[in-house]
T-cell receptor
């Protein structure tokens, strides 16, 4: 069974600074990997996803993530954060085999932006 | 702009009442998921369907919860009878991995 760990419950970053949110997964084969953002009272918005191919994935809102098989990681990055990036971020892993499409989510990382 | 839609967005009810939540998946998506989100448990998968057939409902309390897809454009999640511990935000998602989420139904059971 797949699993996801987001080691950081809460991260505070200054506006304009760079950001990296960590995600480690456990899955026996090549996983499907996702990052979502959730603002308070809102649903989950898909930022980016990795299925195969280039291990550096570009997403919306200026985010990118890199799949590192050797480290079982899929960290989310942004070179310069904006106050509007304050939200909860979830990493998720899905199985690549047909018939087992459900996603397993991490517990989330809450991002606070300070001026 | 194709989106998953959910109704109602908010629901307040009393313990023991029946609650029905509805979801319209993105047109053409044949896999639909139901999740529940709480502060304590985070995101939990309740059930999911492909081509309207349930594939996995192991996360759902069977005695009070039921999920169906009457047709390809409608998924329903029903709780009967509802209990205060069911208070949560319920999300529907569609797509091959359920990667497209609806806005959720915030349920409060008094």
């Amino acid at each position: 069974a797949q699993s996801v760990t987001q080691p950081d419950i809460h991260i505070t970053v200054s506006e304009g600074a760079s950001l990296e949110l960590r995600c480690n997964y456990s899955y026996g084969a090549t996983p499907y990997l996702f990052w979502y953002v959730q603002s308070p009272g809102q649903g989950l918005q898909l930022l980016l996803k990795y299925f195969s191919g280039d291990t550096l994935v570009q997403g919306i809102k200026g985010f990118e993530a890199e799949f590192k098989r050797s480290q079982s990681s899929f960290n989310l990055r942004k070179p310069s954060v904006h106050w509007s990036d304050a939200a909860e971020y979830f990493c998720a892993v899905g199985a690549s085999n047909f018939g087992n499409e459900k996603l397993t989510f991490g517990t989330g990382t809450r991002l606070t932006i300070i001026p | 702009d194709a989106r998953v839609t959910q109704t109602p967005r908010h629901k307040v009810t009393e313990m023991g009442q029946e609650v029905t939540m509805r979801c319209q998946p993105i047109l053409g998506h044949n896999t639909v998921f139901w999740y529940r989100q709480t502060m304590m448990q985070g995101l939990e998968l309740l059930a999911y369907f492909r081509n309207r057939a349930p594939l996995d409902d192991s996360g759902m309390p069977k005695d009070r919860f039921s999920a169906e897809m009457p047709d390809a454009t409608l998924a329903t999640l029903k709780i009967q009878p509802s209990e205060p511990r069911d208070s949560a935000v319920y999300f529907c998602a569609s797509g091959r991995q359920g990667e497209f989420f609806g806005p959720g139904t915030r349920l409060t059971v008094l």
